[in-house]
């Protein structure tokens, strides 16, 4: 069965720390990219940090300093620890895997596959 099950969310105060988890299914764990993505309310998805199969990661702006996204092969799992968290980081955040060829990392319209979401809520 292919899928992505995202965990780890919650709600923390500003400066707080939150590792998110996304398990990936065998399928679709070895494909090119796996990146998390944010949602707030009223706006589109934005990426965060991706990782390909071979470690090699990129993170947006936003999280550069604060967020390190990692892999465990063993466990078929990419995470996104988050540090020094800001109310604007709040939102639902997902994780999407297989990028289209000629797509680039942080464009959301080209993952095939993307999970349910975990929210993440940072208060001030």
């Known amino acids: 069965q292919v899928q992505l099950v995202e965990s780890g969310g919650g709600s923390v105060q500003a400066g707080g720390s939150l590792r998110l988890s996304c398990l990936a299914s065998?399928?679709?764990?070895?494909?090119?990219?796996i990146t998390w993505f944010r949602q707030a309310p009223g706006k589109g998805r934005e990426a965060v940090a991706g990782?390909?199969?071979?470690?090699?990661?990129n993170v947006a702006a936003s999280g550069k300093g604060r967020f390190t996204i990692s892999r465990d092969n063993a466990k078929n799992t990419v995470y996104l620890q988050m540090n020094s968290l800001k109310s604007e980081d709040t939102g639902m955040y997902y994780c999407?895997?297989?990028?289209?060829?000629?797509?680039?990392?942080?464009?959301?319209?080209?993952?095939?596959?993307w999970g349910q979401g975990t929210q993440v809520t940072v208060s001030s």
């Open positions: 999407a895997a297989d990028l289209r060829g000629g797509g680039y990392w942080s464009d959301s319209h080209e993952y095939n596959y």
């Open positions: 990782i390909v199969v071979r470690g090699a990661h």
């Open positions: 065998e399928y679709i764990y070895n494909k090119n990219w």
